[in-house]
Each structure stands twice: as structure tokens, then as C-alpha cells.
């Protein structure tokens, strides 16, 4: 209503309300003006119109039986009436005052199709009541003529449930519904004069008045519920997406799950952003600022090993960094705004597919594809689930939060030949090892003991027989930083060390150096603001600020090259079992913490932390299990981290006997996966540094 522009003074929300006012104003004078006490002094009526009315009159009062208001009001029918007219006053409430949030749900985005939408019921109303009620009065039946309209009316609203939020067959029953109340509202009248008379009349009548319009306070709240995403609903939809994981840019089926239900919530769709990206864009008010969030889609090559009851149903591929749970929290926020929108401005959700691809990731492709610019923001967010640290905590940090990732494969090419004449070669395996060798040096050497740089050699492939020395070798790396200097640093030494090496061994080398996801810089403001509202959901002692750096990296990068936003990291738990919160993402027993699509929108309208008694369980879990960890005088314990075969463990109790009672309580013990070898009471710490 909001959004229609004002002249002369008056926003368009007041002319709203006058074209509305006045005509019932002026009708009204009209009524005080023309209106007489009975059929007899009327002016308006003819001479045959007003015998009629008269022996109608007449007849009816001989009919009545009741003319004492207190007599009447011992008549159970008045009562029966006042109940029938209250499910009247239910229904005519849910037409005016859901159909347009039904069409909305049913996909009519803007507020000009919704009017003309809104307003076919009616007009099909006005032609139908009219003869309907006709044919009650040449009949001189009411009965039948009130009950079955509001018996199909009452059917046609169970069927309209039904079928929402599909619009032809919404529209249809909602025309239904609307033709029969008003048919049953307008005969319904005729009962009350039938058998009271006087000051029963007037008094009875207004008795059945007062209790119906009550119905017109407690329709609303009946089906307020409604509107929540529930936990099972929001639930539910991750364990579907966890189900049927797709790899970067395959994304077909999760893009359509997610077009279909930004549609059914009223939101402009458009598909393809990007490849197989899904833009959502919500406009409500007057207001000029806009937003845009932001959910990756895709899954990992992975293999998943959660044995969990909605584990993946395709072999090779699974949600195992979380983004099954981030499209349905940001769903579940889509479908919260839209039926608030307690907000004023241009909301736009970004659906991002290829998270994991890598350089050509899918936030390249959808800013490639004209992203900001097809849909600007003034600001942009992010959030990623962060394993190891407790479900709910909100990790934030302005400036460089994640670092640059790129990678380069160095190609070495040698002289093969025979094991056993190795001096007749130039043998690649031992030019590259001594390339993984100075590598070691690059960044203890080069870079700043105050800065921070990671180069790792994640592949080393080179011949496939033990006698024969091949002729190439490829190795695989690895490079991350925060300095944008150190990082071209590290890309002209990789390719002077390289050759250098391979020079000296009489070889030759090739590098293929790609730059990858740049640092994830969040902005001063936009980071304030963010911690700032987690600090109200959740409290201080759950918000990390600034929180350290990470040194994974993120495409959402790309996006914050382009717009203010910032980059969050939300707490997925500390857990130990098998497809707990702490287990560590891109690994086969990996899940999404559950708990956390209590959290469902962080913007820079509105952040929502959606509560629900479902969620009690779950967090009251949380907070028992955060306690076992971090209170005093409990157990603390190293949390589960994919493959911690050979690791030792410490952990502080009481005494040996609490600690093997709390390790002897670990899922993983008592499947079996995990086998309690030693347990060593260490000597108490005496030192002067961080322990």
C-alpha cells in the first residue's frame, strides 16, 4: 500500500483510504436523507411496492414470537444464529483478508496483477448474489438457500488449500467461496425478522450483530501460524536438498526446487544467472534501499559415509560443506519476508550454483552475466556454517576474513629411459622433489614473519612402473595469502623457483599459475551492523568479533570486489558423532547442523533469529553439550575431525575414571570406530605461555 505515490500533499496510502471513505460517507447521507421509518412513508416506493412490503410486514410480525428482548434472548435459535453468523464473519474475513496474501503465495508479484486478481471474485459475485438471492425471494425458501452456499463455501476454502499456490484453480475456488458467503450472509438476514418483532427485533439483532463480528478479531490470529516456516517444514526441505546433491554448474534440479518456491512466495524469478544461478527479488514499500543475500547451491565429488536416514541417493556426490543447509535457510528466510515484509525496500536473493568449482566459480559467472547490474544492491551478505566452533556462534571479522586461494601445476618434463641406466636420463621424479624442497623456504624466506602465506603441494604423479624412470612429472599446489603484495610475490617466485630448479637438473618446466578466489574483505560498516543485530539474537557471549582469520578461501570474494557486505561464519557444533556439527567440511561424514536454520536472514532491513518450540530440543542439546565442553570442572575434548586414526587426545576431568566414563559415552566408541587405547594423567602445567 506503501508504494503508490502521493500528489497534492497526501501520501498514496491516505487517497487510498478516501476513495474507500468517501463514497460510504456520502452513500451514508444519501440513506440518513431517502431512508424512512417505515414502508408506508416512503417516497421512493411506488404504490403497488409499498402494499407489498406492508402485507410482507404484516405477515412476518403475525409469525413472530417474541417482542420482549428478554424473552428472546432465552431462545437457544438466537444463539444458534449469533454462532452461524460468527463462521459467516470467519469467512468473509478470510476472502478480504487473505485472498491477496493466497495470490501472492500462488506467484502474482506485482501489486497491479494482484489488484485485477483480487478483484475477479468479487465482480463474479456481484453478478451471482444478486440472482441467487433472487431466487430465494420468488421461492420463499431461506433455509437451503443460507446453508448449502455456506456448506460449499466452507468446501471450497478446504479445496482452495488444496490446490494453492496453483493461481487458475486458487482463483476458481476463491470465487466459489466469495459468491456462496455473500449469498449465505445476504439470506441469512431474513431469519432473525422471521420470528422476532419490536424490541426483540432491534435488541435480538443486534445481539447476533455484536457476537458474529467477533469473528472478524479472532480470523486473523487462526491462521497467523500459517505463515511461519515451521522446524519440520525447513527441516524436511534440507534433508530433500541433502538427498539429491548436485555438482557445480548441474545444479538443474535444486535451481527449479528453489525458483518454484520463490515463486509461490510472491517473489520475481529469474533463472540461468550465471548458468544454473536463481535470483529472488522482493520489492515492498516506497523504500530506495536494497539488499542482496546471498546461498551457494552446489555439492562435492564425495563419496558420503554419514549412514544417516536422508543421506545422498547418488553414489559419488554429497552435501559435504553445508550448502544443502544454506539454500534452505535462505529459503526459509524468503518465505519470512514475504509474508511480513516489515520492511521498505528491494530485497534480492542470490542462489549461486559452483561454490566449489573453483576460478570459474559460479559467483564469477553470475556478476559475468550482468548480477549487479540486472539486480543492483547497495549492500551484499554472506554466511558459511564454520565446524569446530559452538552451533549458534557467530563469527565476524572487518578486513581480510578469508584468504586468496590459487593453484598452479608445474608440469616438469625429463629424458626417460630404463631404471637400471638412470645416468642416460633426466629423471622428472627427482627434479620435482627437489622443487618440493625449495618450496619449503619460499615462504620462511620471503614473506614477513608478521604476515601470513601458505604454499602446499597437494599432488605429486609421476610414471606408474618401479623400472621405468618416466619422462614428466606433475605436481599440484596450493597457494593462499591475505597480502594482495605477498601474493604476487609468491606467484613470480613459484615461477622462478621452478624453472631455476629444473634449469639446474638439465630439465625443463612449465607453470600453469591460476589466480583464484581473491581475499574475502569484509567492510567496516556492514561487518558492524551485522555483529551488532547477532549481538541482539543471540547475546555477546555468542558472537566472535573480531574473529580470527581463515585461511580457506571463498568465491563470495568476488562479490564483495563489487558491493559493500560482509562475510559471516556461523558456528555448525562441536559435536563428536558421525555426521555431527564438528565434524570438519569436505569430508564423508560431514553434515549441516540442523539447529542452525533456527537462523534464518541477516540484512540490512532485518535479521531474524526464527524461534519455534520445535527448536527448544535441539538448542537446550546445544547448550548441554556446550556446557560438557567449556564449563568448569566438566570434560573438555578435542571435537571429531574427519580421519583422527593415531591421534592423542587431551582431555581434562575430575579424575581417569570421569574421563573414561565420558569417552566410553561417545557414539564413535560405542560403534566401534573409535577404540580408547591409553589413558595418561598428565603432570599439572606450570609454564609461563599460552597453554
Given at each position: 500500500?506503501?508504494?503508490?505515490?502521493g500528489?497534492?500533499?497526501?501520501?498514496?496510502?491516505?487517497?487510498?483510504?478516501l476513495?474507500?471513505g468517501?463514497?460510504?460517507?456520502?452513500?451514508g447521507?444519501?440513506a440518513?436523507?431517502?431512508?424512512?421509518d417505515?414502508?408506508?412513508?416512503?417516497?421512493?416506493?411506488?404504490?403497488?411496492?409499498?402494499?407489498l412490503?406492508?402485507?410482507?410486514?404484516?405477515?412476518?410480525?403475525?409469525?413472530?414470537?417474541?417482542?420482549?428482548?428478554?424473552?428472546?434472548?432465552?431462545?437457544?435459535?438466537?444463539?444458534?444464529?449469533?454462532?452461524s453468523?460468527?463462521?459467516l464473519?470467519?469467512?468473509?474475513?478470510?476472502?478480504?483478508?487473505?485472498?491477496?496474501?493466497?495470490?501472492?503465495?500462488?506467484?502474482?508479484?506485482?501489486?497491479?496483477?494482484?489488484?485485477?486478481?483480487?478483484a475477479?471474485?468479487?465482480?463474479?459475485?456481484?453478478?451471482?448474489?444478486?440472482?441467487?438471492?433472487?431466487?430465494?425471494?420468488?421461492?420463499?425458501?431461506?433455509?437451503?438457500?443460507s446453508?448449502?452456499?455456506?456448506?460449499?463455501?466452507?468446501?471450497?476454502?478446504?479445496?482452495?488449500a488444496?490446490?494453492?499456490?496453483?493461481?487458475?484453480?486458487?482463483?476458481?475456488?476463491?470465487?466459489?467461496?466469495?459468491?456462496?458467503?455473500?449469498?449465505?450472509?445476504?439470506?441469512?438476514w431474513?431469519?432473525?425478522?422471521a420470528?422476532?418483532?419490536g424490541?426483540?427485533?432491534?435488541?435480538g439483532?443486534?445481539?447476533?450483530?455484536?457476537?458474529?463480528?467477533l469473528?472478524?478479531?479472532?480470523?486473523?490470529?487462526?491462521?497467523?501460524?500459517?505463515?511461519?516456516?515451521?522446524?519440520?517444514?525447513?527441516?524436511a526441505l534440507?534433508?530433500?536438498?541433502?538427498q539429491?546433491?548436485?555438482?557445480?554448474?548441474?545444479?538443474?534440479?535444486?535451481a527449479?526446487?528453489?525458483?518454484?518456491?520463490?515463486?509461490?512466495?510472491?517473489?520475481?524469478?529469474?533463472?540461468?544467472?550465471?548458468?544454473?544461478?536463481?535470483?529472488?527479488?522482493?520489492?515492498?514499500?516506497?523504500?530506495?534501499?536494497?539488499?542482496?543475500?546471498?546461498?551457494d547451491?552446489?555439492?562435492l565429488?564425495?563419496?558420503?559415509?554419514?549412514?544417516?536416514?536422508?543421506?545422498?541417493?547418488?553414489?559419488g556426490?554429497?552435501?559435504?560443506?553445508?550448502?544443502?543447509?544454506?539454500?534452505?535457510?535462505?529459503?526459509?528466510?524468503a518465505?519470512?519476508?514475504?509474508?511480513?515484509?516489515?520492511?521498505?525496500?528491494?530485497?534480492?536473493?542470490?542462489?549461486?550454483?559452483?561454490?566449489?568449482?573453483?576460478?570459474?566459480?559460479?559467483?564469477?559467472?553470475?556478476?559475468?552475466?550482468?548480477?549487479?547490474?540486472?539486480?543492483?544492491?547497495?549492500?551484499?551478505?554472506?554466511?558459511?556454517?564454520?565446524?569446530?566452533?559452538?552451533?549458534?556462534?557467530?563469527?565476524?571479522?572487518?578486513g581480510?576474513?578469508?584468504?586468496?586461494?590459487?593453484?598452479?601445476?608445474?608440469?616438469?618434463?625429463?629424458?626417460?629411459?630404463?631404471?637400471a641406466?638412470?645416468?642416460?636420463?633426466?629423471?622428472?621424479?627427482?627434479?620435482?622433489?627437489?622443487?618440493?624442497?625449495?618450496?619449503?623456504?619460499l615462504?620462511?624466506?620471503?614473506?614477513?614473519?608478521?604476515?601470513?602465506?601458505?604454499?602446499?603441494?597437494g599432488?605429486?604423479?609421476?610414471?606408474?612402473?618401479?623400472?621405468?624412470?618416466?619422462?614428466?612429472?606433475t605436481?599440484?599446489?596450493s597457494?593462499?595469502?591475505?597480502?594482495?603484495?605477498?601474493?604476487?610475490?609468491?606467484?613470480?617466485?613459484?615461477?622462478?623457483?621452478?624453472?631455476?630448479?629444473?634449469?639446474?637438473?638439465?630439465a625443463?618446466?612449465?607453470?600453469?599459475?591460476?589466480?583464484?578466489?581473491?581475499?574475502?574483505?569484509n567492510?567496516?560498516?556492514?561487518?558492524?551492523?551485522?555483529?551488532?543485530?547477532a549481538?541482539?539474537?543471540?547475546g555477546?557471549?555468542?558472537?566472535?568479533?573480531?574473529?580470527?582469520?581463515?585461511?580457506?578461501?571463498?568465491?563470495?570474494?568476488?562479490?564483495?570486489?563489487?558491493?559493500?557486505?560482509?562475510?559471516?561464519?556461523?558456528?555448525?557444533?562441536?559435536?563428536?558423532?558421525?555426521?555431527?556439527?564438528?565434524?570438519?567440511?569436505?569430508?564423508?561424514?560431514?553434515?549441516?547442523?540442523?539447529?542452525?536454520?533456527?537462523?534464518l536472514?541477516l540484512?540490512?532491513?532485518?535479521?531474524?533469529?526464527?524461534?519455534?518450540?520445535?527448536?527448544?530440543?535441539?538448542?537446550?542439546?546445544e547448550?548441554?553439550?556446550?556446557?560438557?565442553?567449556?564449563?568448569?570442572?566438566?570434560?573438555?575434548?578435542?571435537?571429531?575431525r574427519?580421519?583422527?586414526?593415531?591421534a592423542?587426545?587431551?582431555?581434562?576431568?575430575?579424575s581417569?575414571?570421569?574421563?573414561?566414563?565420558?569417552?566410553?559415552?561417545?557414539?564413535?566408541?560405542?560403534?566401534?570406530?573409535?577404540?580408547?587405547?591409553?589413558?595418561?594423567?598428565l603432570q599439572?602445567y606450570?609454564?609461563?605461555?599460552?597453554?
Open positions: 500500500m506503501t508504494a503508490f505515490q500528489t497534492h500533499g497526501l501520501a498514496g496510502w491516505q487517497w487510498l483510504f476513495a474507500e468517501l463514497p460510504c460517507v456520502l452513500l447521507a444519501v440518513l436523507w431517502y431512508l424512512d417505515s414502508p408506508s412513508n416512503a417516497r421512493w416506493l411506488s404504490d403497488a411496492e409499498r402494499a412490503l406492508l402485507a410482507e410486514t404484516d405477515a412476518t410480525s403475525a409469525r413472530s414470537r417474541h417482542a420482549a428482548l428478554r424473552t428472546a434472548l432465552k431462545d437457544p435459535r438466537v444463539y444458534a444464529m449469533a454462532f453468523y460468527f463462521c464473519v470467519c469467512g468473509l474475513y478470510t476472502v478480504s483478508f487473505w485472498l491477496p496474501t493466497l495470490l501472492r503465495v500462488a506467484g502474482v508479484a506485482s501489486t497491479a496483477e494482484l489488484g485485477w486478481y483480487a475477479l471474485p468479487y465482480l463474479a459475485t456481484v453478478i451471482a448474489v444478486p440472482l441467487l438471492a433472487g431466487h430465494s425471494d420468488r421461492r420463499r425458501e431461506r433455509r437451503m438457500h446453508a448449502i452456499p455456506a456448506v460449499a463455501g466452507a468446501l471450497g476454502l478446504l479445496l482452495a488444496t490446490l494453492s499456490p496453483r493461481l487458475g484453480g486458487l482463483l476458481l475456488c476463491m470465487t466459489l467461496v466469495t459468491i456462496c458467503i455473500y449469498t449465505a450472509y445476504v439470506v441469512f431474513s431469519f432473525p425478522t420470528y422476532l418483532r424490541t426483540a427485533a432491534a435488541g439483532i443486534a445481539f447476533i450483530n455484536s457476537i458474529g463480528l469473528g472478524g478479531f479472532i480470523d486473523p490470529y487462526c491462521k497467523v501460524d500459517d505463515l511461519r516456516p515451521s522446524f519440520e517444514e525447513m527441516r534440507r534433508h530433500h536438498l541433502h539429491h546433491p548436485e555438482l557445480a554448474f548441474e545444479e538443474e534440479q535444486t527449479q526446487l528453489v525458483a518454484e518456491r520463490l515463486r509461490a512466495w510472491g517473489y520475481v524469478v529469474t533463472t540461468g544467472v550465471g548458468n544454473t544461478g536463481v535470483v529472488g527479488t522482493l520489492r515492498v514499500g516506497s523504500g530506495e534501499r536494497s539488499i542482496g543475500i546471498r546461498a547451491m552446489d555439492a565429488p564425495i563419496m558420503e559415509d554419514t549412514g544417516l536416514p536422508y543421506a545422498s541417493l547418488h553414489r556426490r554429497m552435501h559435504a560443506c553445508g550448502h544443502d543447509g544454506h539454500t534452505a535457510m535462505l529459503l526459509g528466510a518465505r519470512q519476508l514475504s509474508q511480513t515484509r516489515n520492511f521498505s525496500g528491494t530485497v534480492h536473493l542470490y542462489f549461486q550454483p559452483a561454490e566449489e568449482k573453483g576460478y570459474d566459480s559460479g559467483a564469477r559467472a553470475m556478476i559475468a552475466d550482468g548480477l549487479f547490474d540486472r539486480f543492483p544492491c547497495d549492500a551484499v551478505f554472506g554466511m558459511h556454517n564454520h565446524p569446530g566452533v559452538a552451533q549458534g556462534t557467530f563469527l565476524l571479522r572487518p581480510a576474513f578469508m584468504s586468496a586461494g590459487d593453484r598452479a601445476t608445474v608440469t616438469v618434463k625429463g629424458i626417460g629411459g630404463h631404471a641406466r638412470p645416468h642416460l636420463t633426466v629423471d622428472p621424479a627427482v627434479v620435482a622433489s627437489s622443487i618440493v624442497m625449495a618450496l619449503q623456504t615462504v620462511s624466506r620471503n614473506v614477513d614473519p608478521a604476515e601470513v602465506a601458505v604454499v602446499t603441494v599432488s605429486i604423479q609421476c610414471g606408474f612402473a618401479n623400472n621405468v624412470i618416466a619422462d614428466s612429472a605436481l599440484h599446489l597457494v593462499r595469502s591475505f597480502n594482495p603484495d605477498i601474493r604476487d610475490m609468491l606467484r613470480r617466485r613459484i615461477t622462478d623457483l621452478v624453472h631455476a630448479q629444473a634449469q639446474s637438473y638439465g625443463a618446466a612449465e607453470v600453469d599459475y591460476v589466480m583464484g578466489y581473491p581475499v574475502v574483505f567492510h567496516e560498516e556492514e561487518t558492524a551492523f551485522a555483529a551488532e543485530v549481538r541482539e539474537l543471540v555477546d557471549d555468542r558472537v566472535i568479533a573480531p574473529a580470527e582469520p581463515v585461511m580457506a578461501s571463498e568465491d563470495f570474494a568476488f562479490m564483495l570486489e563489487r558491493r559493500p557486505g560482509t562475510f559471516i561464519r556461523l558456528g555448525n557444533g562441536v559435536g563428536n558423532g558421525v555426521g555431527d556439527g564438528g565434524c570438519m567440511v569436505h569430508n564423508p561424514r560431514y553434515d549441516f547442523n540442523d539447529a542452525n536454520l533456527t537462523f536472514a540484512s540490512r532491513m532485518r535479521t531474524d533469529l526464527y524461534s519455534d518450540a520445535d527448536f527448544a530440543p535441539l538448542l537446550e542439546d547448550a548441554q553439550r556446550a556446557r560438557t565442553l567449556y564449563m568448569e570442572g566438566s570434560v573438555r575434548q578435542i571435537w571429531y574427519g580421519d583422527q586414526r593415531g592423542c587426545s587431551i582431555l581434562e576431568a575430575e581417569i575414571e570421569a574421563a573414561r566414563a565420558v569417552i566410553e559415552s561417545l557414539p564413535l566408541v560405542k560403534a566401534g570406530m573409535l577404540e580408547l587405547e591409553h589413558l595418561v594423567p599439572p606450570r609454564g609461563f605461555g599460552p597453554r
